[in-house]
């Protein structure tokens, strides 16, 4: 995923998840809102299965970049 050793960039990671997220929700609010009714419905429980999961990737990514970080910096 990046070079061993090299730590974790927490600020820049929270940015991108913001950005995502922000995305995804103008995205499903403005779908939701033309699509309306019972159908509006799955559009917002999509919406949020899907932050649920850029949250999840992103955290999965700050972890298993400080530990290749830390398995770098321990020369193993």
Do not use: C, H, K
């Amino acid at each position: 995923m990046g070079e061993a050793g090299v730590p974790p960039n927490l600020g820049s990671r929270i940015v991108v998840t913001w950005a995502e997220l922000t995305v995804l929700g103008l995205a499903g609010g403005i779908l939701g809102t033309a699509v309306g009714g019972p159908p509006a419905l799955v559009v917002y429980f999509a919406t949020t299965l899907l932050s649920v999961a850029i949250l999840l990737y992103n955290v999965n990514v700050l972890v298993q970049r400080s530990i290749d970080a830390r398995v770098g910096a321990d020369g193993g």
